[in-house]
Antibody
Framework: QVQLVQSGAEVKKPGASVKVSCKAS????????INWVRQATGQGLEWMGW????????GYAQKFEGRVTITRDTSISTFYMELSSLLSEDTAVYYC?????????????????????WGQGTLVTVSS | SYEVTQPPSVSVSPGQTASITCSGD??????AYWYQQKAGQSPVLVVY???KRPSGIPERFSGSNSGNTATLTISGTQAMDEADYYC?????????FGGGTKLTVL
């Protein structure tokens, strides 16, 4: 079955960087985007960015532009999300999620993009 | 930037129908998606492309999207449906989530 398994919890000091991994299995690694979404305790979901593993193209939410980098290692079917210049406000659970897309057509003009499945989440705590 | 808005909370009695709304400018011109997140767990897709159910999602979950509002409907709500629900849309190469709705079954 399709599965995304993330790396374990991290504790970092303010100003440091964190790199979270997401290992994909059960599907062709290069066929689907990966996305990263975070959730602070008691808060909602916040989208951070995506990567197309076939082309290596990435896109980031404006809020995180310049501070987040998504990469992949195709040889081990693993994605990475690195967040730099950490602040206490970056304390959150970070999820990877596979992106599924359906292109718009003349008969169905809406572009479709959604997430399924999600990884189990990785808690990143930023504290001095 | 595009935004979608959900009510913070909805309450429903067991066996009744729960409706959770998601509002955004001309949302009906985009697809809406819904995720269920139970306490301490990862989100799970329950509706995609407005009204389609993934394999394994019970038939009591359904969706609609028209005008400025998408709606997730849970018919015959069960105690196990108590969770946070998030709507999602895609706009200009950006993913947008609603703030989430806590569904209480009481």
């Amino acid at each position: 079955q399709v599965q995304l398994v993330q790396s374990g919890a991290e504790v970092k000091k303010p100003g440091a960087s964190v790199k979270v991994s997401c290992k994909a299995s059960g599907y062709t690694f290069t066929s689907y985007d990966i996305n990263w979404v975070r959730q602070a305790t008691g808060q909602g979901l916040e989208w951070m960015g995506w990567m197309n593993p076939n082309s290596g193209n990435t896109g980031y939410a404006q809020k995180f532009e310049g501070r987040v980098t998504i990469t992949r290692d195709t040889s081990i079917s693993t994605f990475y999300m690195e967040l730099s210049s950490l602040l206490s406000e970056d304390t959150a659970v970070y999820y990877c999620a596979r992106g599924l897309a359906v292109a718009a057509t003349s008969t169905s003009p809406r572009y479709a993009y959604w997430f399924d499945p999600w990884g189990q989440g990785t808690l990143v705590t930023v504290s001095s | 930037s595009y935004e979608v808005t959900q009510p913070p909370s909805v309450s429903v009695s067991p066996g009744q129908t729960a409706s959770i709304t998601c509002s955004g400018d001309k949302l009906g011109n985009k697809y809406a998606y819904w995720y269920q997140q139970k306490a301490g767990q990862s989100p799970v897709l329950v509706v995609y492309q407005d009204n389609k159910r993934p394999s394994g999602i019970p038939e009591r979950f359904s969706g609609s999207n028209s005008g400025n509002t998408a709606t997730l409907t849970i018919s015959g709500t069960q105690a196990m449906d108590e969770a946070d629900y998030y709507c999602q849309a895609w706009d200009s190469s950006t993913v947008v989530f609603g703030g989430g709705t806590k569904l209480t079954v009481l």
